[in-house]
């Protein structure tokens, strides 16, 4: 099956500074990417989501590249603000029943 | 339009004690899913249905079982719950992009 592995698990940033989150996956035959955002006590809600035809792409102040050659995609956010504070899993689409595999996600902190 | 509901919200039960987790979606979706997160897990898929009437194991199924009942309706099922299954347990609904109801917190003591 797909392997989802997500890095840094946790990420500690400065308002108004970027955050980075780079996830890798195995299966070669993966096409679709989506990045989900959870709040404290909350549900996951896709924020972004990319397909393999596509190296990039942007939603105001976050975005996610793909690199297919390497197996990895990263999560942008610029100008971080503390309302961005939140568990940030990323997924890949695999094996034909719109089955995903996310990763263990990454604690991010904006500090005020 | 609600989206996807969850019953219950918050859950504690007895070890060896059954209860189902019921699951419902008015977004038209032919595929759902059942998930359980644990602290520095992520999310990990129990079942999942495709579509109506099919139903098929996920990365960690045993312990649980599920029905389809309808396109609307996915319940999860605990024959015999044991304090590993102490969770917060998610069903989702959707094709590529899922969209996930409310969680339901289970303690199993």
């Known amino acids: 099956g797909e392997n989802v592995e997500q890095h840094p698990s946790t990420l500690s940033v400065q308002e108004g500074d970027s955050a980075v989150i780079k996830c890798t996956y195995s299966d070669s035959a993966s096409n679709y990417f989506p990045w989900y955002k959870q709040e404290l006590g909350k549900r996951p809600q896709l924020i972004i989501d990319i397909r393999s035809n596509v190296g990039e792409k942007k939603d105001q102040r976050i975005a996610v590249t793909l690199n297919k050659t390497a197996k990895h995609f990263s999560l942008h956010i610029t100008e971080t603000q503390p309302e961005d504070s939140a568990v940030y899993f990323c997924a890949a689409l695999w094996g034909g029943n719109n089955r995903l595999a996310f990763g263990k996600g990454n604690q991010v902190v904006v500090i005020p | 339009n609600a989206g996807v509901t969850q019953t219950p919200k918050f859950q504690v039960l007895k070890t060896g004690q059954s209860m189902t987790l019921q699951c419902a979606q008015d977004?038209?979706?032919?595929?759902m899913y059942w998930y359980r997160q644990d602290p520095g897990m992520g999310l990990r898929l129990i079942y999942y249905?495709?579509?109506?009437?099919?139903?098929d194991k996920g990365e960690v199924p045993n312990g649980y079982n599920v029905s389809r009942l309808n396109k609307r309706e996915f319940s999860l099922r605990l024959e015999s719950a044991a304090p590993s299954q102490t969770s917060v347990y998610f069903c989702?609904?959707?094709?590529?992009?899922?969209?996930f109801g409310p969680g339901t917190r289970l303690t199993v003591l």
């Open positions: 977004m038209n979706h032919n595929s």
């Open positions: 989702a609904g959707g094709y590529n992009e899922q969209f």
């Open positions: 249905s495709a579509s109506e009437g099919t139903t």
